[in-house]
C-alpha cells in the first residue's frame, strides 16, 4: 500500500480544510487508517483513526468535536474534515495505514504517507 496525502494549505484561524489520503493497492479496505501530525520541534501525534471493518472512530481529544475522519473504500481514500483550525493546528498532517484489528500508532504503522502541511494564521 503506498499513500498519498493531499490537501494542505494556509488558512486563516476558524476555517475549515479537508485532507485527503489515496491509497495505492487492493488491500486498503483491509487496513485500519490513522491521521497524526507533527508541528515545528514538536513530536508526532496522534490525531483521528478508523477501523476497516465496521467505520469505528477514536479521535484525540484536542480534536474532537473539530475534525471528522472518514473513509471510502470504493475510491480508496482517507478522508479528514477539519473544522475551527485554530494555530496549534499548524503541523504537517501525516495518514498511516495498519493491517489486522489495531489501529495505526506512531511506533506501529504499516505504511505512511508522505504529509501535508497546514498551516493557520490567527
Known amino acids: 500500500v503506498q499513500l498519498q496525502a493531499s490537501g494542505g494549505g494556509l488558512v486563516q484561524a476558524g476555517d475549515s480544510l479537508r485532507l485527503s489520503c489515496v491509497a495505492s493497492?487492493?488491500?486498503?479496505?483491509?487496513?485500519?487508517m490513522g491521521w497524526f501530525r507533527q508541528a515545528p520541534g514538536e513530536d508526532r501525534k496522534f490525531v483521528a483513526a478508523?477501523?476497516?471493518?465496521?467505520?469505528?472512530?477514536h479521535y484525540a481529544e484536542f480534536v474532537e468535536g473539530r475534525f471528522t475522519i472518514s473513509r471510502d473504500n470504493a475510491k480508496n481514500t482517507l478522508i479528514l474534515q477539519m473544522n475551527s483550525l485554530q494555530p496549534d493546528d499548524t503541523a504537517v498532517y501525516y495518514c498511516a495505514a495498519r493491517a489486522g484489528s489495531l489501529y495505526p500508532t506512531i511506533r506501529n504503522a504499516d505504511y505512511w504517507g508522505q504529509g501535508t502541511l497546514v498551516t493557520v494564521s490567527s
Open positions: 478508523i477501523s476497516w471493518s465496521d467505520g469505528t472512530t
Open positions: 493497492g487492493r488491500t486498503f479496505r483491509s487496513h485500519n
